[in-house]
């Protein structure tokens, strides 16, 4: 086993400006980790979409109207103060969800849950998705799933899992050829590998040499306007969803336009023009 | 044909027609059964729950249960402990309903889980940061401790009772008792309030997150309170239709009234704090993460406000004066209101706290989900209800349950002739 000197802290960053909604991110997702369908998937609210995208439009009348496509993939918050107390982890019973410490990634345990969905009442991302019925796939193509990833069975919570067996394979490469680093390049997550624009960054958000964290630049300190916030972007153009409620994902999201960022959280009237002059975006409009 | 077994000098219906009840509210339990067994064998699917309603109609149903079933453990508390000496009058019932509505719970959740068979898992694999761990635990002790409770009533039974073993216990038992009532007040404090935890600790979802004191939100403290001042209300309106369905008084005035007034105070106590809560949560709580009051009940075709002022004011705040006023407190139709009204509100508490928290959308792209529950749901949800008329009806039947029923009646009786 690898001891890595510096825990590990994977993310990504998705430029909404590249993202076409095109959602090869979504089939390559349920391709790569075995995420059964149903006959009929009209029904978003209990078909599985581990990376699910949103249509986000600024609600603005014809000739102004405009539309941008935000993937949500788990969010894998660290929850408040970034302690590693994601809102679902610390809720689920049958420590069924764990965070990764060494990696920063939220698993989940197929086999240990025993199917209570506290831990989706407790996300508000809608990022977990409970297997309302058995996975059947059509004839044959049984032969076509992925022998790294265990698919789920009926009565459990599922969810996106930052391809953490590709992380496996990674390590497992990097200890054969004697190293204890893994290459950015040698674990990237199924999405980005597949989006065709290359909106999807993937990597350590703890090492400077990756290229997430040369966008995100992310301040290892709290947030001094709310203490719960750490791993704040410093780059004007990036945001986390929801970032007020000191979930800290590591999921981040890149626009340069404002109604899109405005869109990522909540704010009371007044507050978004406080927030830009604060943290700069201001400037960049 | 079952005299032998129907406390001496109490009078009950015939055999053939308690059995005909017993029969017609036996379909409505094996509807439930059937549901049930439909959703153990064929999966969750078998709901209208999805993704946004991880949790809906049974959690609010093992929710309201356990809120109404409290009645068992305060006045047990107020009995055993606090020493009130008349509610010896209807802690025996107060008992059976706290038994009738554990036993539901517990039922509900094992229905309510993706994978039954792995229920066990809550234990084994305990994540002691979890709320629901601490409900698990605390429920499934809570409720051995009300089966200790409803023993010695049972083994009071005529027949039991003959045999000299079970007559020593059941003395023996109504002994101790005090320590089991404590035991169980103790219990009925943390799992109550870990069930407003497990809504108050989402700080994930702003409209259930609360601010509290170290580990437990204030939604921890105002369950627990709640269940102590609405469940003695639920113990009261079992006990009228119990005594409407019988045709009988069971139990005196000055007992109904002492435990309503008791009631009322919490229930006005309650609402004091409730009203406060609601108030920091609305100016403080939600703003500070970006939310105004106005997105939690406008926008939807069902959450409005009118669901607060129904819970607070309609079925919190008028119940609580009513009943602690002597005039409408003593006043029958009055009483019967207030009670009536409390068990709703405390109803609609449990309601908001599961299903408007899994309805508000939280992300700002996101939309209100409203659901509607399954017959399948609605059958298993029903299930209980068919289940604890059938226990009561069982019970008063041959159980001296009542203290008071043969003085009253014989009262009665006498002034008829």
């Given at each position: 086993m690898i001891h890595d000197k510096k825990a590990h802290k994977y993310g990504m960053v998705i430029d909404l400006d590249k993202c076409t909604g095109c959602g090869t991110c979504t089939v390559s997702c349920m391709s790569e980790n075995n995420v059964p369908f149903k006959e009929d998937e009209s029904d978003k609210k209990d078909s599985i979409t581990w990376m699910r995208v949103y249509r986000l439009t600024n609600n603005k009348p014809f000739p102004d109207t405009e539309v941008a496509f935000l993937p949500r993939p788990c969010q894998h918050c660290g929850g408040k103060g970034d302690h590693g107390h994601s809102p679902c982890v610390s809720v689920c019973p049958a420590t069924a969800t764990d965070y990764g410490y060494d990696t920063g990634i939220v698993s989940q345990i197929y086999t240990r849950c025993f199917g209570c969905r506290y831990c989706m009442a407790a996300c508000p991302y809608h990022a977990r998705y409970f297997n309302w019925w058995d996975p059947v796939w059509p004839e044959?193509?049984?032969?076509?799933?992925?022998?790294n990833v265990s698919p789920r069975m009926r009565g459990v919570v599922e969810k996106c899992s930052f391809c953490y067996h590709r992380y496996q394979l990674a390590r497992e490469k990097a200890y054969a050829s004697g190293s204890d680093e893994i290459p950015e390049a040698d674990y990237q997550t199924a999405c980005t590998t597949a989006c065709p624009a290359g909106a999807i960054v993937f990597g350590d958000l703890n090492n400077p040499s990756h290229k997430v964290h040369q966008i995100v630049k992310p301040d290892p300190h709290p947030d001094p306007l709310n203490p719960d916030v750490v791993g704040k972007s410093r780059n004007p153009k990036v945001f986390r969803l929801l970032e007020r409620l000191g979930t800290n994902p590591k999921v981040y999201y890149m626009s340069e336009r404002e109604w899109v960022r405005k869109l990522g959280d909540h704010y009371l009237d007044g507050e978004w023009e406080k927030v830009k002059n604060v943290y700069g975006s201001a400037s960049h409009e | 044909m079952d005299a032998a077994l129907i406390p001496e000098g109490a009078k009950r219906c015939s055999f053939p027609k308690f059995m005909l009840g017993i029969a017609i509210v036996g379909a409505v339990l094996l509807w439930g059964v059937y549901a049930m067994l439909l959703c153990w064998f064929k999966g969750l699917n078998q709901t209208n729950m999805n993704d946004y309603y991880g949790f809906a109609l049974w959690i609010w149903a093992d929710l309201a249960v356990i809120a109404v079933g409290g009645g068992a453990f305060f006045t047990g508390l107020l009995k055993y402990i606090f020493k009130i000496d008349e509610l010896k009058n209807i802690i025996n019932f107060a008992v059976i309903i706290g038994f009738i509505c554990y036993s539901s719970a517990l039922l509900i959740l094992a229905i309510d889980i993706g994978q039954p068979l792995r229920g066990w898992f809550i234990f084994w694999h305990a994540n002691v940061h979890s709320m629901l761990t601490e409900v698990a635990f605390c429920l499934s002790c809570y409720f051995a401790v009300l089966t200790i409770e409803f023993i010695p009533n049972i083994l009071e039974n005529r027949q039991l009772n003959k045999v000299p073993f079970f007559h020593h216990l059941a003395h023996n038992m109504h002994g101790v008792m005090a320590i089991f009532a404590a035991t169980g007040a103790f219990l009925s404090f943390f799992h109550q309030g870990s069930l407003g935890g497990v809504a108050g600790v989402m700080y994930g979802r702003p409209f259930a997150f609360r601010e509290g004191l170290l580990i437990w939100p204030w939604s921890f403290f105002l369950f627990t309170w709640s269940a102590a001042a609405f469940g003695p209300c639920f113990t009261l309106l079992v006990t009228r239709i119990t005594e409407a369905v019988t045709g009988k008084k069971l139990v005196k005035d000055n007992v109904i009234h002492l435990l309503a007034k008791i009631s009322g105070w919490m229930i006005f106590t309650y609402m004091i704090a409730k009203i406060i809560d609601t108030w920091y949560w609305a100016y403080y709580t939600a703003p500070g993460l970006g939310f105004e009051l106005s997105h939690f009940y406008t926008s939807n075709g069902f959450y409005g406000y009118w669901i607060l002022v129904a819970e607070v004011i309609v079925c919190g705040v008028i119940p609580g004066l009513l009943l602690i006023n002597k005039s409408t407190r003593e006043n029958p139709t009055f009483r019967l209101i207030a009670i009536v009204l409390a068990v709703i509100g405390v109803c609609i508490n449990r309601w908001v706290m599961v299903l408007q928290i899994m309805a508000v959308p939280v992300m700002p792209f996101d939309t209100w989900a409203l659901y509607i529950p399954s017959w399948q749901e609605v059958a298993t949800t029903i299930l209980p209800v068919a289940y604890g008329i059938i226990l009561i009806a069982v019970a008063y039947r041959y159980l001296p349950v009542f203290p008071q029923e043969l003085e009253l009646n014989r009262r009665s009786e006498v002034r008829e002739s």
């Amino acid at each position: 086993m690898i001891h890595d000197k510096k825990a590990h802290k994977y993310g990504m960053v998705i430029d909404l400006d590249k993202c076409t909604g095109c959602g090869t991110c979504t089939v390559s997702c349920m391709s790569e980790n075995n995420v059964p369908f149903k006959e009929d998937e009209s029904d978003k609210k209990d078909s599985i979409t581990w990376m699910r995208v949103y249509r986000l439009t600024n609600n603005k009348p014809f000739p102004d109207t405009e539309v941008a496509f935000l993937p949500r993939p788990c969010q894998h918050c660290g929850g408040k103060g970034d302690h590693g107390h994601s809102p679902c982890v610390s809720v689920c019973p049958a420590t069924a969800t764990d965070y990764g410490y060494d990696t920063g990634i939220v698993s989940q345990i197929y086999t240990r849950c025993f199917g209570c969905r506290y831990c989706m009442a407790a996300c508000p991302y809608h990022a977990r998705y409970f297997n309302w019925w058995d996975p059947v796939w059509p004839e044959g193509m049984e032969k076509y799933l992925s022998p790294n990833v265990s698919p789920r069975m009926r009565g459990v919570v599922e969810k996106c899992s930052f391809c953490y067996h590709r992380y496996q394979l990674a390590r497992e490469k990097a200890y054969a050829s004697g190293s204890d680093e893994i290459p950015e390049a040698d674990y990237q997550t199924a999405c980005t590998t597949a989006c065709p624009a290359g909106a999807i960054v993937f990597g350590d958000l703890n090492n400077p040499s990756h290229k997430v964290h040369q966008i995100v630049k992310p301040d290892p300190h709290p947030d001094p306007l709310n203490p719960d916030v750490v791993g704040k972007s410093r780059n004007p153009k990036v945001f986390r969803l929801l970032e007020r409620l000191g979930t800290n994902p590591k999921v981040y999201y890149m626009s340069e336009r404002e109604w899109v960022r405005k869109l990522g959280d909540h704010y009371l009237d007044g507050e978004w023009e406080k927030v830009k002059n604060v943290y700069g975006s201001a400037s960049h409009e | 044909m079952d005299a032998a077994l129907i406390p001496e000098g109490a009078k009950r219906c015939s055999f053939p027609k308690f059995m005909l009840g017993i029969a017609i509210v036996g379909a409505v339990l094996l509807w439930g059964v059937y549901a049930m067994l439909l959703c153990w064998f064929k999966g969750l699917n078998q709901t209208n729950m999805n993704d946004y309603y991880g949790f809906a109609l049974w959690i609010w149903a093992d929710l309201a249960v356990i809120a109404v079933g409290g009645g068992a453990f305060f006045t047990g508390l107020l009995k055993y402990i606090f020493k009130i000496d008349e509610l010896k009058n209807i802690i025996n019932f107060a008992v059976i309903i706290g038994f009738i509505c554990y036993s539901s719970a517990l039922l509900i959740l094992a229905i309510d889980i993706g994978q039954p068979l792995r229920g066990w898992f809550i234990f084994w694999h305990a994540n002691v940061h979890s709320m629901l761990t601490e409900v698990a635990f605390c429920l499934s002790c809570y409720f051995a401790v009300l089966t200790i409770e409803f023993i010695p009533n049972i083994l009071e039974n005529r027949q039991l009772n003959k045999v000299p073993f079970f007559h020593h216990l059941a003395h023996n038992m109504h002994g101790v008792m005090a320590i089991f009532a404590a035991t169980g007040a103790f219990l009925s404090f943390f799992h109550q309030g870990s069930l407003g935890g497990v809504a108050g600790v989402m700080y994930g979802r702003p409209f259930a997150f609360r601010e509290g004191l170290l580990i437990w939100p204030w939604s921890f403290f105002l369950f627990t309170w709640s269940a102590a001042a609405f469940g003695p209300c639920f113990t009261l309106l079992v006990t009228r239709i119990t005594e409407a369905v019988t045709g009988k008084k069971l139990v005196k005035d000055n007992v109904i009234h002492l435990l309503a007034k008791i009631s009322g105070w919490m229930i006005f106590t309650y609402m004091i704090a409730k009203i406060i809560d609601t108030w920091y949560w609305a100016y403080y709580t939600a703003p500070g993460l970006g939310f105004e009051l106005s997105h939690f009940y406008t926008s939807n075709g069902f959450y409005g406000y009118w669901i607060l002022v129904a819970e607070v004011i309609v079925c919190g705040v008028i119940p609580g004066l009513l009943l602690i006023n002597k005039s409408t407190r003593e006043n029958p139709t009055f009483r019967l209101i207030a009670i009536v009204l409390a068990v709703i509100g405390v109803c609609i508490n449990r309601w908001v706290m599961v299903l408007q928290i899994m309805a508000v959308p939280v992300m700002p792209f996101d939309t209100w989900a409203l659901y509607i529950p399954s017959w399948q749901e609605v059958a298993t949800t029903i299930l209980p209800v068919a289940y604890g008329i059938i226990l009561i009806a069982v019970a008063y039947r041959y159980l001296p349950v009542f203290p008071q029923e043969l003085e009253l009646n014989r009262r009665s009786e006498v002034r008829e002739s």
